[in-house]
């Protein structure tokens, strides 16, 4: 069931070519940044192309609880005016950041080196998820947390009132981690160090370089060091949001395994950090092109141009690749079914801790759908007999995570017979227009009732 209503089941059948444009929405990374980093700028920031998904507004409400003025003005423009590093206040209410692990993460981040008490809970997918990664890190600023056990939410985090700086080497490679560190390192005397030995995700440094702090970023024979000097005055912003690559994943991938398909899914941001299933699809021979490729707002960006691609190869996805690619398993995994020999995914086990466990949803879905799959802790083997043969005909459940409803839906428009998911709701936390804007496109989607 999904965090804000009843279950939707929903069905996806074989379909004619996907064809014509897919205009996705804004990045739901790069949206969660912008509004917390307006809120803690003076004067205001204006934010064009946010991405208007549940768990963007769930962080939207978050910033105004904290005492900044967030304001919707239609059209994904929006507008935050700040607080200033420090100041935000404390909210006389909790906060509940519904399906959102990035959301909740670095808003407790965010407020780490304030002096105010937060209650932050969730769905029951939010609630399930580890927030030790965060509060231990968090804690070396002087913060203190108070979750249920297994570190899980409903958590109260009460900030340092007198933070300083901290040096602190990543265990997990985890965008949302170093986030939360670098966001409470705003307001911490000092330089704070984070190093981090897998790039992940890079959208905070880049921001928080374009707000004016002093941030430099560094390739050493220990990873990548990140030095941030606490205490900054940040300034408000104009930012354009560029359209999500794990969005554009689902279009890519379905016009891939749909046959005769041809889409064009323009203003696609490819920060290298983000870029790694496009560069898998290339590898496995997908007809996948970049067309006016272009900087837009710090951003690599360009158009995306998927063609139906019958002679796809399984291939072996390096693990050194997963941080860039960590969303696009599950469309990925789709593709691989659609492909000729085994697609191996290693180095994947933080999977398991995403809105839900996704190796085992991709391998139970899958498998009920006729697919031969082989899984351990760490990785996921998918066995591909070629384009269009996949049984179908199967349910899979979703488990409030919205990628796998999503790849199961485009799973079904190439598959035998009609694919099945037993909920559909949560695809509104990151793709509001999923369902509409692959039906343009030519897809076989229904609500089941
Ligand atoms: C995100 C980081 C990733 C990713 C999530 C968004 C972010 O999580 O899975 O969807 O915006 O920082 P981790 O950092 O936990 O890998």
New binding site residues.
């Given amino acids: 069931m999904s965090a804000h209503g009843e279950p939707t089941p929903m069905k996806s059948r074989k379909c004619g070519p996907l064809q014509g444009v897919a205009e996705v929405p804004g990045d739901?990374?790069i949206s969660?940044?912008a509004l917390i980093l307006g809120a803690l700028a003076l004067g205001e920031t204006r934010i064009t192309g946010l991405l208007e998904g549940d768990d963007v507004l769930d962080t939207a409400r978050a910033m105004r609880s904290l005492g900044a003025e967030v304001v919707d003005h239609g059209g994904g423009e929006w507008s935050v005016t700040g607080v200033g590093v420090g100041g935000f206040s404390e909210p006389d209410a909790v906060i509940d950041c519904g399906n959102s692990?990035?959301g909740v993460?670095?808003i407790m981040g965010a407020m780490a080196s304030c002096p105010i008490a937060v209650t932050f809970t969730g769905d029951a997918s939010l609630r399930s998820r580890p927030m030790g990664?965060i509060t231990g890190p968090l804690s070396l600023f002087g913060t203190q947390s108070y979750g249920r056990s297994g570190g899980r939410l409903p958590m109260t985090i009460v900030g340092a009132a007198d933070p300083v700086a901290v040096r602190y080497v990543m265990e997990?490679?985890?965008?949302?981690?170093?986030?939360a560190v670098l966001l409470a390192g705003l307001n911490a005397v000092g330089q704070t160090v984070v190093i981090e030995h897998e790039a992940?995700?890079d959208?905070?440094e880049r921001m928080l370089a374009g707000f004016g702090a002093d941030i430099t970023v560094e390739e050493t024979d220990v990873g990548r060091v990140i030095t941030l000097t606490g205490q900054p005055e940040l300034q408000a912003q104009d930012i354009v949001v560029p359209r999500d690559p794990?969005s554009a994943a689902f279009p890519v991938c379905a016009a891939l395994i749909v046959e005769g398909s041809d889409v064009l899914v323009p203003g696609i941001g490819l920060n290298p950090t983000r870029a790694g299933l496009f560069t898998t699809l290339r590898e496995m021979g997908a007809d996948l092109t970049y067309e006016n490729e272009r900087i837009e707002g710090g951003e690599p960006v360009a158009d995306l141009r998927a063609r139906y691609s019958p002679d796809m190869r399984g291939i072996e996805v390096p693990a050194t690749r997963a941080?860039s690619m960590?969303?696009e398993y599950p469309i990925l995994s789709v593709v691989a079914a659609n492909a000729t020999g085994r697609t191996v995914m290693r180095g994947v086990k933080?999977l398991r801790?995403?809105e839900c466990d996704r190796i085992d949803a991709m391998a139970r879905g899958l498998q009920a759908n006729g697919v031969t799959i082989e899984e351990d802790e760490d990785t996921l083997i998918v066995t591909g007999r070629g384009a269009g043969t996949v049984a179908g005909g199967g349910t899979c459940k979703t488990h409030l995570d919205h990628r796998i409803a999503m790849s199961f839906m485009c799973l079904g428009m190439a598959s035998e017979a009609p694919v099945s998911i037993d909920d559909g709701a949560p695809i509104t936390t990151s793709f509001p227009i999923f369902s509409p804007l692959m039906a343009a496109l030519g897809a076989r989607l229904e609500q089941v009732n």
């Avoid at 997990?172 to 986030?179: D, E, G, H, N, T």
């Fill in positions: 739901k990374s969660h940044r692990g990035t993460r670095l990664r997990v490679p985890s965008a949302q981690v170093k986030s992940t995700r959208h905070t794990s941080a960590i969303d933080e801790v995403k």
